[in-house]
């Protein structure tokens, strides 16, 4: 089973808008991590989130934490073609490697 | 800035055949981490080491999949004999925090086709 669930899967947006990926695990979340993807290429390190309520921001990128509800969402701000990929949550459950979502692909049109 | 090496990059084998991956990783990083990423879906670990000694391997297909890192640096993911199903990219990633869910640093990746 999946323990973290991505949503949307895919998401295609016009340059210069808002959006918003949610992250949702199935177990307790002692931290949460966000991974941006290009396309056939290897994984890029976002941010790490370890408190609930804790909120960070990167550039136009900004994610924050609920660990009430287990979530995490990550939002782009005027989006940018540079910003198309796959982002993938990861969550560290028994301490050791991460498990990761399915990701959610972003395109982005001028 | 330091990065973790994978070679080759594309590989293209016919079933029944044997393939090889190689990862080197940051330099000091004593955690490696061999993930599986299938079209379309986030990355599997298949394995990790911590040095040399194999930590979590509980996912690695036994029977055709096998790892090593023999000297604690360097690592290599061998499929023999590679199957139709095994087409996917093959990640390599290190860490500096042993024991512990951190930052990872992937590489750019070794893709597979079996044909």
């Known amino acids: 089973s999946q323990e973290l669930e991505q949503s949307p899967q895919s998401l295609i947006v016009q340059e210069g808008k808002n959006l918003t990926i949610n992250c949702t695990s199935s177990?307790?979340?002692?931290?949460l991590y966000w991974y941006k993807q290009k396309y056939g290429e290897g994984l890029i390190f976002l941010m790490m989130?370890?408190?609930?309520?804790e909120e960070k921001s990167h550039e136009k990128i900004t994610a924050k934490l609920d660990e009430k509800k287990q979530q995490s969402s990550l939002h782009i701000t005027a989006s940018q073609p540079s910003h198309a990929g796959i982002y993938l949550c990861?969550?560290?459950?028994?301490?050791?490697?991460?498990?990761f979502g399915k990701g959610t692909s972003l395109l982005v049109t001028p | 800035e330091a990065e973790v090496a994978q070679s080759p990059r594309y590989k293209i084998t016919e079933k029944s055949q044997a393939v090889a991956f190689w990862c080197d990783p940051i330099?000091?990083?004593?955690?490696l981490y061999w993930y599986r990423q299938i079209l379309g879906q986030g990355p599997e670990l298949l394995v990790q080491?911590?040095?040399?000694?194999?930590?979590?391997d509980s996912q690695l297909p036994k029977d055709r999949f096998s790892a090593e890192r023999l000297k604690g640096v360097d690592s290599t993911l061998k499929i023999q004999p590679a199957e139709l199903g095994d087409s996917a990219m093959y990640l390599c990633?290190?860490?500096?925090?042993?024991?512990?869910?951190?930052?990872?640093?992937f590489g750019e990746g070794s893709r597979l086709t079996v044909l």
């Open positions: 080491f911590q040095d040399e000694s194999v930590v979590d």
């Open positions: 990861g969550a560290g459950f028994s301490g050791y490697a991460l498990n």
């Open positions: 989130l370890q408190k609930g309520g």
């Open positions: 177990k307790t979340l002692y931290g």
């Open positions: 330099s000091g990083h004593a955690t």
């Open positions: 990633a290190s860490s500096s925090l042993a024991g512990a869910a951190g930052e990872l640093f």
